[in-house]
């Protein structure tokens, strides 16, 4: 028999079976009473219903007793209460319990998607990260892309000894840091040009260590950078991860932008909401009249904006140093904030400051338009 079992050794949490759903008219008007009063309820920071927003997951109603998961933020917890008395309001409600799913210590998760692969999607989340970092905030960075790791490359990270500590809930993988960035990758845990073909109960099962048994610490934003597509792993990851949204990268072309329509359906047929369209390589800036030349074609990124109903957060433009700063290991977001490429990822961050706006105190105006470079 082949062995499923995770590469990483840590033990497995043992799995809750799920109760069957029952059928009978009573119940199913029971749960659909439960559904309407939850729609009330609405997120304040994204101005949407807790159940719109995927918050709320494997409802379930027996008897008189209503069994939910609630997928929230560490400024969130609070629902919890909330819930609960608006549910214990039902007059055939005995009790109401709310499951509670988070990653202890972080504020907003969000994952940074592409429809297809060779679009830039590591690229842009590394200089995201570097970019909020560079305005004051806590980052840490999620390389869900177990086919093709390539985050620690880009922030100078090779191979290494990822320690595991012992905390109050258990043993946890403990993140390597680079920039001021938290990272944990299967890069770092893979041995070199060692293939990474890993059948499906294995790679649910690393994917699942990694959103749940990694200790972060506080963080502002935790970035998750999926792998390409609509498969497993990101139906994983969006079932197991409290994702309070999604960025898309995209490049111009229309055979991206069709591979991008799938993703961002798949992922509002689960509730989690597309805050954005990134377009990455939407033109080359020319080195001697500076005008832009727009390689692979223009107007995708937009075209999709306006028919999706999701903003252009910014357009990043083919710039040679991008590539060689992914790598050296050295983001050029961090190294050369003001540059054109280094100005739209701070904008990027600026316009998730604004949607999530933090509360932290020691970030840098995050109001403003831009990234201020540490002193070395």
Request: contains cysteine; aromatic residues 6%; negative net charge.
């Amino acid at each position: 028999m082949p062995d499923h079992s995770s590469p990483f050794h840590l033990p497995a949490e043992p799995q809750q079976a799920e109760s069957p759903s029952p059928g009978d008219a009573v119940t199913e008007a029971r749960r659909r009473e439960v559904v309407s009063h939850l729609q009330q309820m609405v997120e304040p920071v994204l101005n949407s219903s807790i159940v719109d927003l995927g918050m709320v997951r494997n409802l379930r109603v027996v008897d008189n007793y209503v069994y939910l998961r609630l997928y929230v933020g560490r400024h969130q917890l609070d629902l919890q209460e909330q819930i609960r008395d608006r549910l214990n309001q039902l007059p055939w409600c005995k009790k109401a319990y709310v499951q509670i799913c988070t990653i202890p210590g972080v504020r907003t998760t969000l994952a940074i998607s592409s429809g297809k692969g060779g679009v830039g999607k590591s690229t842009t989340s590394v200089n995201l990260a570097a970019a909020l970092r560079l305005q004051g905030a806590k980052v840490g960075l999620l390389d869900a892309d177990v086919y093709g790791p390539n985050v620690p490359q880009m922030l100078g990270l090779g191979q290494a000894d990822v320690r595991v500590i012992d905390t109050p809930h258990g043993q946890r993988f403990l993140p390597l840091e680079a920039c001021g960035i938290k990272v944990m990758s299967v890069g770092l845990l893979a041995e070199p040009d060692h293939p990474l073909a890993w059948r499906g109960p294995v790679l649910h099962k690393i994917i699942t260590q990694f959103i749940h048994e990694v200790e972060w610490g506080d963080l502002d934003y935790l970035l998750i950078d999926l792998p390409p597509g609509t498969g497993d792993a990101q139906i994983t990851i969006i079932q197991e991860s409290p994702i309070c949204g999604v960025l898309l990268v995209t490049t111009p072309q229309q055979v991206a932008i069709a591979d991008v329509r799938r993703s961002i359906h798949m992922f509002r047929q689960v509730g989690v909401p597309v805050l954005g369209i990134v377009e990455n390589m939407s033109y080359l800036l020319c080195g001697h009249c500076g005008e832009p030349t727009p390689i692979f074609g223009s107007g995708g990124g937009q075209q999709l904006a306006e028919e999706l109903k999701a903003p252009l957060l910014g357009q990043i433009p083919i710039d040679p140093t991008i590539c060689s700063g992914g790598d050296t290991g050295l983001p050029l977001t961090f190294t050369a904030p003001s540059s054109a490429p280094g100005q739209v990822f701070c904008q990027i961050a600026t316009a998730l400051h604004y949607t999530f706006d933090t509360g932290n105190g020691n970030l840098t105006n995050p109001y403003s338009v831009g990234c201020v470079k540490p002193a070395a």
